[in-house]
């Protein structure tokens, strides 16, 4: 089993892939810079646990 994350991740995840779906994919770095252009997230961890779960939810779509 993997690990779980938290749900507001999933939440924050989500809802950006709902709103600006089309503009990720599966690579992890241009992810990372698209949440910093379309969220406030200040936390460096924060922005990459939900570029990495993005991330996930985009690889297993393809």
Same mark, same amino acid.
């Given at each position: 089993?993997?690990?779980?994350?938290?749900?507001?991740?999933?939440?924050?995840?989500?809802?950006?892939?709902?709103?600006?779906?089309?503009?990720?994919?599966?690579?992890?770095?241009?992810?990372?810079?698209? %949440?910093?252009?379309?969220?406030? %997230?200040?936390?460096?961890?924060?922005?990459?646990?939900?570029?990495?779960? %993005?991330?996930?939810?985009?690889?297993?779509?393809?």
């Amino acid at each position: 089993m993997g690990r779980s994350r938290q749900t507001y991740i999933r939440n924050i995840g989500k809802k950006l892939l709902d709103y600006h779906g089309r503009k990720f994919d599966s690579d992890f770095d241009e992810n990372k810079e698209k %949440i910093e252009e379309l969220t406030d %997230i200040n936390s460096k961890k924060l922005r990459n646990r939900v570029a990495g779960f %993005i991330t996930h939810v985009k690889s297993s779509e393809e």
